[in-house]
């Protein structure tokens, strides 16, 4: 046994890509390797959870969670994780804020599992259904309950610091590893608790070059179809560009390439409900007074939930366990 | 941890009656000390001096660091209390007043229900006020000259006033002269004085003060800033008459071929000429051009008014264009009167069908020695004099299909008309009336001697007005179905002429007024004063008073009592010098605004400004009036409004929810 510090990530309800993320760090990962005792990555390595149990509570410095709270099972580690973990971090969107995986909230666990198992897309000839429990001759097995609906990670467990980001950019997270690797050596203090690491203060609009005028929305278009001036404010080309209210770190990577910014760093700082602020923002700017017109120029959103809410749907005021604003960037 | 004093009223019984004061006040010193509630007390007035006084010891002895007060709305004592807190050496704003009067015991009769409401309303308060922020209110000078809008005789009272005190007024009327409804009236209720005898000296004083700078034909078209530094854009209309050179001599219209009928003035009665000045003793006494009617304008060709203008050089002036004065101004009045109800939309009185119907305002006419008459009350053939005259009063007035409300003038101009009708004709008179009121000094009086005058008084609502004959007599009359409601019997009343007393009605363009603005006005349009008891003149928007008929409908003692009262008002500001401006401020967080200028184009007031080089928006704290808005739509939460910040919406939300607090505390 080294007796570096320990390093554990792990998913959760999630899509995989916040682990590619942290492996596109290249030759950085060797840092984490010479620095860190890596004792438990599902994804990278071979573990139990029996493992983890057995080691004692705090003994692992860093945790990088990523992945929502789906299942009991999602709970049951995150709970294990807190309980040995120093710094607990809530890596990536779905942990932070929900993800895609959190759209699954405006549905019953019902409707959900019946669309998976149930409807045409799936091949299911027999008809099988999913139970919780098997009594087979060898004893009883289960699956994991899914849970009402998907919840943060600081909606479970207490979380030390939040990155954002689906997932969160390269060089961020490369910069966070710098970071800790510092603080080991004595150079670097730990932010506060509950910081929002591995991102910007401000909004994607801080980092995005486009020029940009006094707004205001005559339609709200698709990026398709129509000529994208490449040096205009996408937003006021009519793109619905979520940047303003998003938080900062990516290099505002979408709107520089001609894609609206969809949201995934999440909310800005200090802001408690972002599907909220950009409503408002939105509309502050649609020029027109008639009602009908404005409905007219809503109906180019055609997916409120998908476009407002996309990444924050499980950590919004809306869908919130525990009052959101008191721990804010969940 | 804050130190939280928490102080429920009972407000006599106005609380006490629906809410279980001592309850409350139990509730919150049990429950709410987790968050800070050190003391909770209740007082029989806390806005008395022995109220005050409590929490001025309390702050002093016990070190209060925050007040909560639940008690009445924040206009009627939000400043008592600030004050109070002030005295005792804590920063005013620290002080949250909720308001459980008029949101609970004023609007619930369910006891038990009201006392949980206030306690959630109380609970609301104290986790808002841990939020709270000292702040400093923002002086600003304030600039001296007034602006009167409308110069009727309530606007022109307060002009003078101002006037007479040393100040610069500007006095606006969209009208070619000042004067108003009053200049129309031949005589004024009870005194008979005649209207234009004590109306044009105080016009000709407008029209020659060396404070006031009258502009008539003029409309307000925008207003900007804020008490003490308002800019108002005066569209004075093009009147293709240059003031400079003309004399009034009246060659003009005298030689202007198009004659139109003067639907304003003569209220329909007699003709103008379409280049025009509406009266002989208007102020100013240059007259204006009516574009829409003038035959220049409509072929042309034309220009007598020119060819004959003896003035050197001529004072018409074809090419005259509207021009936009913006003139700074400290404080405005609103003096914009009423329009007189249209009785064309009671159509069984036959008002426009039946020639021999008239409105008050063309009797007005009838009645005036400068009228079209020559004051000789004829029938609408201009020669018959009538012999039976039936005075209709209420008409659009307390009819729930027209205005509720009743309109204050109409029985003594009703009195007042009989008793003209009387004194002229010797015709006999029917008051037709639903009650009589005479609420004035001497107004009664006048009503005791015209039933000695042997004017007869029907009790009854007119149900019609009708040239169909169905009795004997009835021949060549109109006839006047009424019920009598104190003999119960139905009356056909033959008479020669009926004068529909028609109600006051706010100007029909009041809710634009009210907007431009910035004030509030009831849903029919009469604009709202601050307090309907103590605070009649001014308004919810500070530096915007109003005065006579804008606010409801009154004689004219009262309006002039009101024009005067403005002017005190306004004198008292001008003389402060400077103004405390409420320190509800938005402001950029510089380090948070990504410059996405979403709230730029926003602000009611102007008071964002884009800075290009550092990419970022800035509020300009003057300017600024605290409305929100731009807070509301910055999407990035760069933008902080001060005392409604989102720590303490949010706070605010969970106390009103009662989060946070045991549950055996939650009302099921």
């Known amino acids: ?113 019946n669309t998976a198992f149930h409807t045409i897309s799936t091949d299911n000839p027999n008809g099988i259904h999913p139970q919780i429990s098997y009594k087979m001759p060898e004893g009883e097995i289960r699956i994991p309950t899914i849970l009402p609906r998907l919840k943060t990670l600081d909606q479970v467990v207490d979380v030390d610091y939040y990155m954002p980001g689906c997932p969160p950019e390269s060089h961020q997270i490369a910069a966070v590893i710098d970071l800790v690797v510092q603080v080991l050596q004595g150079k670097a203090e730990l932010p506060p608790k509950g910081a929002v690491i591995g991102a910007g203060n401000s909004t994607v609009c801080d980092e995005c070059q486009r020029k940009r005028n006094v707004k205001t929305i005559n339609s709200f278009n698709r990026i398709f179809g129509q000529a994208i001036d490449p040096e205009l404010c996408l937003l006021e080309q009519g793109i619905p560009c979520n940047g303003i209210a998003t938080r900062s770190g990516c290099n505002a990577r979408c709107p520089t390439a001609g894609a609206q910014c969809i949201g995934c760093y999440g909310p800005a700082e200090g802001v408690v409900d972002y599907g909220a602020r950009l409503i408002s923002g939105f509309a502050s700017v649609i020029n027109s007074k008639d009602p009908k017109e404005i409905d007219t120029i809503l109906d180019g959103i055609p997916d409120p939930t998908g476009q407002f809410y996309r990444f924050n749907l499980a950590g919004s005021l809306l869908k919130a366990g525990a009052p959101a604003w008191k721990k804010n960037g969940g | 941890m804050e130190k939280i004093g928490v102080y429920v009223c009972h407000c006599g019984t106005n609380i006490a009656g629906v809410v279980n004061v001592e309850e409350v006040r139990d509730w919150t010193a049990k429950n709410l000390k987790d968050h800070g509630v050190v003391i909770s007390r209740d007082y029989k007035f806390m806005c008395s001096s022995l109220g005050q006084e409590l929490i001025e010891q309390d702050i002093k002895e016990q070190g209060l ?134 109306l044009t000296p105080k016009m000709v004083d407008v029209g020659s003060h060396p404070n006031i700078t009258l502009l008539t034909w003029s409309e307000v078209t925008k207003v900007d800033g804020y008490v003490g530094n308002f800019t108002v854009t005066v569209k004075k209309k093009a009147s293709y008459v240059n003031n400079d050179t003309c004399t009034g001599c009246g060659i003009c219209w005298e030689k202007c071929p198009k004659k139109v009928v003067d639907n304003v003035y003569e209220a329909g009665m007699g003709i103008r000429k379409a280049i025009y000045r509406p009266f002989p003793q208007a102020v100013p006494k240059y007259p204006v051009m009516d574009v829409d009617t003038c035959i220049y304008f409509e072929k042309g060709t034309c220009k007598a008014c020119e060819k004959f203008c003896p003035t050197e050089p001529n004072s ?9 004065l913006d003139i700074p101004v400290g404080n405005i009045i609103l003096a914009t009167g009423y329009d007189a109800f249209d009785p064309h939309r009671i159509p069984q009185y036959g008002y426009g069908r039946l020639p021999n119907v008239f409105t008050s305002l063309e009797f007005e006419r009838l009645c005036n020695a400068a009228g079209p008459t020559g004051g000789n009350i004829l ?27 009743c309109s204050a003038i109409c029985c003594m101009q009703s009195l007042k008309f009989a008793h003209l009708v009387h004194e002229r004709t010797g015709a006999e008179v029917y008051n037709f009336y639903i009650d009589i009121r005479t609420p004035g000094k001497s107004y009664d009086e006048f009503y005791q001697r015209l039933l000695e005058e042997g004017t007869h008084f029907v009790r009854g609502k007119v149900a019609e007005i009708s040239d169909a004959v169905r009795l004997p007599g009835e021949e060549g009359k109109l006839v006047i179905q009424v019920e009598d ?123 964002i400004l884009f800075h290009e080089d550092k990419m970022v928006s800035e509020i300009n704290a003057a300017l600024c009036q605290g409305c929100g808005t731009c807070v509301a739509a910055c999407p990035a939460g760069a933008i902080s409004g001060t005392g409604f910040s989102n720590e303490q919406v949010l706070a605010q939300i969970e106390g009103l929810l009662l989060l946070n607090i045991s549950e055996d505390a939650v009302p099921a």
């Open chain 2, 379 to 405: 029938l609408r053939d201009g020669k018959t004099a009538p012999k039976v005259v039936g005075i209709v009063h209420c008409v659009g007035s307390r009819d729930k299909n027209y205005n509720e409300g």
């Open chain 2, 485 to 607: 409601t104190l003999t119960g019997n139905q009356l056909r009343v033959p008479v020669d002429m009926a004068i529909l007393s028609v109600g006051l009605e706010p100007r029909a363009d009041a809710k634009e007024v009210a907007k431009l603005f910035g004030i509030s006005c009831s849903a029919n349009g009469w604009f709202t004063e601050r307090h309907p008891k103590l605070d009649p003149v001014a308004t919810m928007t500070d530096g915007i008073y109003i005065a006579g008929c804008v606010q409801g409908p009154k004689d004219i003692p009262a309006s002039v009592a009101q024009g005067a009262a403005t002017a005190a008002r306004v004198l008292g500001k001008i003389q402060q010098k400077e103004i405390a401006l409420e320190p509800v401020r938005a402001s950029v967080l510089e380090e948070k605004c990504s410059g996405c200028r979403i709230c730029n184009d926003l602000c009611p007031f102007n008071a």
């Open chain 1, 1 to 113: 046994m080294s007796d570096k510090p320990k390093f554990a990530m792990y998913w959760a309800a999630s899509c995989g890509g916040c682990e590619i993320a942290v492996l596109n760090i290249h030759e950085k990962i060797l840092d984490v390797d010479a620095n860190f005792d890596v004792v438990f990555w599902p994804v990278a390595m071979d573990a139990k959870y029996k493992d983890v149990e057995a080691m004692e509570d705090g003994s692992i410095l860093l945790t990088l969670f990523n992945g929502g709270i789906r299942n009991d099972e999602n709970a049951h580690i995150a709970k294990l994780l807190r309980r040995k973990s120093k710094l607990l971090v809530a890596f990536g969107s779905c942990a932070n804020e929900g993800c895609i995986p959190g759209l699954a909230n405006l549905s019953p666990v019902e409707d959900i599992v």
């Open chain 2, 65 to 198: 660091t925050r007040v909560v007060v639940a008690a009445c709305s924040p206009h009627l004592h939000e400043a008592t209390f600030r004050k109070a807190c002030g005295r005792a050496g804590m920063n005013p704003y620290m002080c949250e007043l909720v308001s459980i009067r008029e949101q609970a015991s004023w609007v619930h009769t369910d006891k038990v229900a009201a006392t949980q409401k206030s306690k959630a309303i109380l609970s609301g308060g104290v986790r808002r006020v841990e939020y709270h922020t000292a702040l400093e209110p923002l002086k600003v000078s304030i600039h001296p000259d007034t602006m009167v809008v409308g110069g009727g005789i309530a606007g022109i009272q307060a002009a003078l006033e101002i006037a007479d005190a040393g100040f610069h007024v500007y006095l606006v009327e969209r009208e070619p002269s000042i004067g108003g409804h009053m200049a129309q009236f031949d005589k004024t209720f009870p005194t008979l004085d005649c209207s234009a005898c004590i």
């Open chain 2, 316 to 324: 018409i002036n074809f090419e005259q264009k509207d021009e936009f």
